[in-house]
Nanobody
């Protein structure tokens, strides 16, 4: 089994920044897994935000966050991060971490999911 635990969410004013973390654990987790972030706003479907190859050399972003969000990972800590800058009210959502052996799958879904962390951006 794999456990993913997100942290770092909270309330921030528009224009501010937050850094989310997702720590992975479990006997079957591998640093060779792609990891990423999705989000779900109230009344909307879950949507892709960003994903990162296990090497860290390839990253992918949704158009809505390009230039504002940065995904990174520390394989020594089994942790993936999402630095979010220039936040706006449309970024308000529950943010979920995911992991999958395939980066292509991780961009659309994934085998493992965290419980989510709430990000609220006030105007």
């Amino acid at each position: 089994q794999v456990q993913l635990v997100e942290s770092g969410g909270g309330l921030v004013q528009a224009g501010g920044s937050l850094r989310l973390s997702c720590a992975a654990s479990g006997r079957t987790f591998s640093n060779f897994y792609a990891m990423g972030w999705f989000r779900q706003a109230p009344g909307k479907e879950r949507e892709f935000v960003a994903t990162i190859h296990w090497t860290g050399r390839s990253t992918y972003y949704a158009d809505s966050v390009k230039g504002r969000f940065t995904i990174s990972r520390d394989n020594a800590k089994n942790t993936v991060y999402l630095q979010m800058n220039s936040l706006n009210t449309e970024d308000t959502a529950v943010y979920y971490c995911n992991a999958d052996p395939s980066i292509d799958v991780a961009r659309t879904g994934g085998r493992y999911w965290g419980q989510g962390t709430q990000v609220t951006v006030s105007s």
